[in-house]
């Protein structure tokens, strides 16, 4: 059974600080992970992608990959008001013959707070 | 920037109806997926396809449900006799060549059934 934990929060951090959200996932198997936000009552939008281990930056965010640990993170600095959502970690596996899909977290709601 | 678009945006059924649920994903992308969130829920897989045929389903996707990709553009699930518990937002999702890359959403449809 495919399973990806996430601290279901709240997380809160004040305006400006860095937010730190971590998941942990079952699958030794899976190669890639993503990061997506989800408004309330909206869908997931994608905001990383990570393959390989170790850090990628895009802007504010930067996702962390540790396969030895099956862990992954998500940093945002300088947070800002409109960054409040949940953030869903979802890892992708693979069962042959294009068969792919995602698995998700339950997702960590951040609030920042002005 | 292409996006994926569904329709309806919401859907109010009795149960024991039929709802077909449509999707046009992005051009040129060869993976389709359909994912489902219960309120307050994770997101969930329930089917893949490609190539014109089911690559994958999760045990959700029993046999009240089936996809379609008709006319080479739209990509509909259809759930034959709805169940109460069957209310969710639906998810449509697709991807390019690879099958690794990032699935993007579209914005849902959010069934009720009475």
């Known amino acids: 059974q495919k399973e990806v934990e996430q601290n279901s929060g709240p997380l809160s951090v004040p305006e400006g600080a860095i937010a730190s959200l971590n998941c942990t996932y079952s699958?030794?198997?899976?190669?890639?992970f993503f990061w997506y936000r989800q408004y309330s009552g909206k869908s997931p939008e994608l905001i990383m992608s990570?393959?390989?281990?170790g850090d990628k930056e895009d802007g504010r965010f930067t996702a962390q990959l540790n396969k030895a640990s099956q862990y992954v993170s998500l940093l945002i600095r300088d947070s800002q008001p409109s960054d409040s959502a949940t953030y869903l970690c979802?890892?992708?596996?693979?069962?042959?013959?294009?068969?792919?899909?995602?698995?998700f977290g339950k997702g960590t709601k951040l609030s920042v707070i002005p | 920037e292409p996006e994926v678009t569904q329709t309806p945006s919401h859907q109010v059924t009795q149960m024991g109806q039929e709802v077909i649920l449509r999707c046009v994903p992005i051009?040129?992308?060869?993976?389709f997926y359909w994912y489902r969130q219960i309120l307050g829920q994770k997101v969930e897989f329930l089917v893949s396809?490609?190539?014109?045929?089911?690559?994958?389903k999760s045990e959700i996707f029993d046999d009240q449900f089936s996809v379609e990709r008709p006319d080479g553009s739209n990509f509909t699930l259809k759930i034959r006799s709805t169940k109460l518990e069957d209310s969710a937002m639906y998810f449509c999702?697709?991807?390019?060549?690879?099958?690794?890359?990032?699935?993007?959403f579209g914005p849902g449809t959010r069934l009720t059934v009475t």
């Open positions: 699958d030794r198997v899976s190669q890639s």
């Open positions: 979802a890892a992708l596996s693979y069962s042959g013959a294009g068969s792919y899909q995602l698995t």
């Open positions: 396809f490609y190539n014109n045929e089911i690559s994958e």
């Open positions: 999702a697709n991807n390019p060549g690879t099958g690794e890359d990032e699935q993007y």
């Open positions: 051009s040129n992308h060869l993976y």
């Open positions: 990570i393959y390989s281990n």
